[in-house]
């Protein structure tokens, strides 16, 4: 059984930062790839950005240059630290890993107000 659980969101001002977290748990040795998806009230799940256990890493185009993903792979964990959030920024954020399958977390709210 694999977990993945965040950690992190909040309510924060424009302009602000937060640093979500998300542990991994459970019968496996490495994950190929985490990341985080979010999704805000009327909208589809988006990509925000993921990471390979190598270190490569993809980003929505609206949060490069502000959130940045990093992973430890010794703890299963991967982070998520965004700076100069914005209203828009204002979603569920979903831990997603993979390794033999899909895996989710529960999500995080973070609400960015204006």
């Known amino acids: 059984q694999v977990q993945l659980v965040e950690s992190g969101g909040g309510l924060v001002q424009a302009g602000g930062s937060l640093r979500l977290s998300c542990a991994g748990s459970g019968s496996i040795n490495r994950f190929n790839l985490m990341g985080w998806y979010r999704q805000a009230p009327g909208n589809e799940r988006e990509l925000v950005a993921h990471i390979t256990s190598g270190g490569k890493t993809n980003y929505l185009d609206s949060v490069k240059d502000r959130f940045t993903i990093s992973i430890d792979n010794a703890k299963n964990t991967v982070y998520l630290q965004m700076n100069s959030l914005k209203p828009e920024d204002t979603a569920v954020y979903f831990c997603?890993?993979?390794?033999?399958?899909?895996?989710w977390g529960k999500g995080t709210l973070v609400t960015v107000s204006s």
């Open positions: 997603h890993a993979r390794w033999l399958g899909d895996y």
